[in-house]
Nanobody
Framework: QVQLVESGGGSVQTGGSLRLSCAAS????????KGWFRQGPGEGREAVAV????????LYTDSAKGRFTVSQDYAENTVTLQMNALKPEDSGMYYC??????????????????WGQGTQVSVSS
């Protein structure tokens, strides 16, 4: 089992920045991917950015490319999402997620078995 605890989030205006962090504990050696998903009101969870843990390779959705940076500290078992140039459509609950398999697309939430409680991000225009 893996436990995930998020921190960061908050409210900013359009163009602002926020930094989210996630600390993993438990069977962290089994983690293959870990990163961030967003869920807006009335919407399903969608991928934002994830790290391929063994290769330390960041993976981004198109909406995150160029504005967000995902990184991990392998020794500390943390993953961080630096969000710049935020837009109102970036608002939502941000969840840290992790998986212990390489099977299935990295950006599909159904392929992740471990989730944090979420942290709210609100971007006002």
């Amino acid at each position: 089992q893996v436990q995930l605890v998020e921190s960061g989030g908050g409210s900013v205006q359009t163009g602002g920045s926020l930094r989210l962090s996630c600390a993993a504990s438990g069977d962290t050696a089994s983690i293959t991917y870990k990163g961030w998903f967003r869920q807006g009101p009335g919407e399903g969870r969608e991928a934002v950015a994830v790290v391929d843990v063994p290769y330390d390779k960041p993976l981004y959705t198109d909406s995150a490319k160029g504005r967000f940076t995902v990184s991990q500290d392998y020794a500390e078992n943390t993953v961080t999402l630096q969000m710049n140039a935020l837009k109102p459509e970036d608002s939502g609950m941000y969840y840290c997620a992790a998986r212990s398999s390489f099977s299935g697309n990295w950006d599909h939430p159904g392929n992740y078995g471990f989730w944090g409680q979420g942290t709210q991000v609100s971007v006002s225009s």
